[in-house]
């Protein structure tokens, strides 16, 4: 049994909790809160085939150090999970990575739609959580962009009851402007190629077919009015339609390209600031469910390269939590409302068995993120140099305790 001795809720009230463990231990946690392990809905750990940007060993180290216990990973590797071999592979080398890593990470993996290979859902759907779209091409070439291969999946996924994930860009409106914008090497110009319209133009239709099949939709990272407006009506209606949004569309905007350079370029990108105000609104109202860090580490050499040749994606597990708590600091949310974006909320969508794992947080901790100090293989973050105020100090999963002295 592990005992862990003068921790507090939420609430602030004192709390003494004893879970299963191997050994019989006492974990002294004097002054720390007390929140479950997180889960994070989108991550993008890179086996196989990319371990030179993140690998399990890296990236489970990077997870407990920002308070997740469990991780749902996307598809988009090399080559891309789109049979059932290639599943049993991916997850043969998972586990092996992290039985090295001796860290035992909670996971579950997103099975990518490919039109060449939609009847491999019907092998595969009961050991997924889920089925991800890529509506518009992003990181890899995994991309269904004609609306028969759009209805097969949608209609296949709601006879299986599996939910399918939505990356809701146009993939016909991103190649009619990155055709116009052929000669650009602004990074910005990243903002006006995918701009808001690609997007909600793909939200919509994705709802349209959700209501046709009654299929399980998640959004992921919504980042503009226009696609909550959207969900917001959607979810009005009856249709089980969830929405995530990420970190860096919450506390980055378009100016960031100035000082981040390719370091900035995401998909979705990022955008105008008054889109903030928004997200926060829907993030209250209940029109967004879940913050996924979309965790998508690219080395520093590769994001230096020339518009267009830079890779879109930046790494996001470790900074998540600390970038709530400075909100929460500020008065922009409760504690409860972040366990419920980061855990409860996951957990309820994707039928994740409950578990014993917890994170220990000094809410009063205050630190610079320092590329030096993080675990990410690519060991950089668009927030380096931000003084956050609240950091996970001890992780706790299936009764092993890590301390993440830093
Ligand atoms: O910016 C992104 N990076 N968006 C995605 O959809 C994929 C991700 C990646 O895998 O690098
Ligand atoms: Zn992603």
Request: proline content about 4%; aromatic content about 6%; hydrophobic content about 40%.
């Amino acid at each position: 049994m592990l005992h862990i001795t003068g921790a507090l809720s939420l609430d602030g009230n004192p709390i003494e909790l004893t879970l299963p463990s191997q050994q019989s231990s006492e974990l002294h946690a004097e002054g720390l809160t007390i929140f479950p392990g997180l889960i994070d809905p989108h991550v993008h750990f890179r086996t196989p085939g990319m371990e030179h940007k993140e690998d399990w060993h890296t990236a489970a180290r990077a997870a407990i150090c920002g308070g997740y216990t469990t991780v749902l990973d996307m598809p988009n590797t090399i080559p891309p999970t789109v049979t059932a071999e290639l599943l049993q592979e991916k997850k043969a080398l998972i586990h092996q990575q992290l039985a090295e890593a001796n860290i035992p990470l909670h996971y579950e993996l997103y099975f990518g739609a490919d039109k060449k290979h939609l009847q491999e859902i019907h092998r595969v759907w009961h050991d997924v959580i889920g089925v991800k779209v890529f509506m518009g091409c992003s990181t890899g070439n995994l991309v269904i962009d004609d609306d028969e291969s759009l209805h097969q999946v949608f209609k296949m996924a709601a006879e299986l009851n599996l939910l399918v994930a939505v990356h809701a860009e146009d993939e016909a409106m991103i190649r009619k402007r990155q055709v116009k914008f052929s000669q650009t090497k602004k990074y910005s110009d990243h903002s006006i190629i995918r701009h808001e319209a690609v997007a909600a133009t793909a939200v919509l239709k994705a709802i349209q077919l959700a209501r046709e099949y009654k299929t399980r939709l998640y959004i992921l990272h919504v980042s503009t009015i226009d696609e909550l407006a959207l969900i917001q009506s959607a979810k009005a209606e009856g249709l089980t339609v969830y929405a995530e949004t990420t970190p860096h569309h919450l506390f980055l905007h378009e100016g960031a390209y100035v000082d981040l350079q390719g370091k900035a370029v995401v998909n979705p990108p990022l955008r105008h600031h008054k889109h903030h105000q928004a997200l926060w609104d829907a993030i209250h109202d209940g029109t967004i469910d879940t913050i996924g860090s979309d965790h998508a580490p690219h080395l520093e050499s590769e994001k230096a390269r020339v518009y267009g040749e830079c890779p879109s994606g930046m790494p996001g597990i470790e900074t998540t939590l600390p970038l709530l708590l400075t909100a929460y600091h500020a008065g922009t949310i409760s504690l409860q409302r972040i366990v419920e974006l980061t855990c409860t909320r996951v957990r309820d969508i994707f039928k994740l068995e409950p578990n014993h794992d917890y994170v220990l947080v000094d809410l009063r901790k205050t630190k610079v993120v320092n590329n030096d100090e993080l675990q990410t293989k690519c060991k950089w973050s668009a927030f380096a140099g931000r003084k956050l105020i609240g950091w996970p100090v001890y992780t706790i999963i299936s009764g092993q305790i890590f301390d993440l002295a830093y």
